[in-house]
Nanobody
Framework: QVQLVESGGGLAQPGGSLRLSCAASGFTFSHYVMSWVRQVPGKGLEWVSGISSFGADTYYADSVKGRFTISRDNPKNTLYLQIDTLKPEDTGMYYC????????????????????WGQGTQVTVSS
């Protein structure tokens, strides 16, 4: 069955960096757009970044553009999120999510278009 397992979160200081990973299994990883979505305390889910199935195209929310870098290693079935210049407002649970449609152009337009989610990895930014 489809499985997504995130790792790499933790406690970091403002201005620091973290690299999140998402190990995927149970499906043909290279056929699907993948995204990172976060849940900030007291708020709903926020889409952060997405990457096309072969990694040629990347997409970012305005709030993270220039600080977050999404990438993928298809032979290793792994998705990454490099987070630099961390801010306290980056605190939250970070989830990787799989598109329900194969080889989509662009990113899914809403959360219901994702059909598999990981358990999340917590990122806490505090001095």
């Amino acid at each position: 069955q489809v499985q997504l397992v995130e790792s790499g979160g933790g406690l970091a200081q403002p201005g620091g960096s973290l690299r999140l990973s998402c190990a995927a299994s149970g499906f043909t990883f290279s056929h699907y757009v993948m995204s990172w979505v976060r849940q900030v305390p007291g708020k709903g889910l926020e889409w952060v970044s997405g990457i096309s199935s072969f990694g040629a195209d990347t997409y970012y929310a305005d709030s993270v553009k220039g600080r977050f870098t999404i990438s993928r290693d298809n032979p290793k079935n792994t998705l990454y999120l490099q987070i630099d210049t961390l801010k306290p407002e980056d605190t939250g649970m970070y989830y990787c999510a799989k598109d329900r449609v194969q080889l989509r152009g662009g990113v899914p337009p809403n959360m219901v278009e994702y059909d598999a989610w990981g358990q999340g990895t917590q990122v806490t930014v505090s001095s």
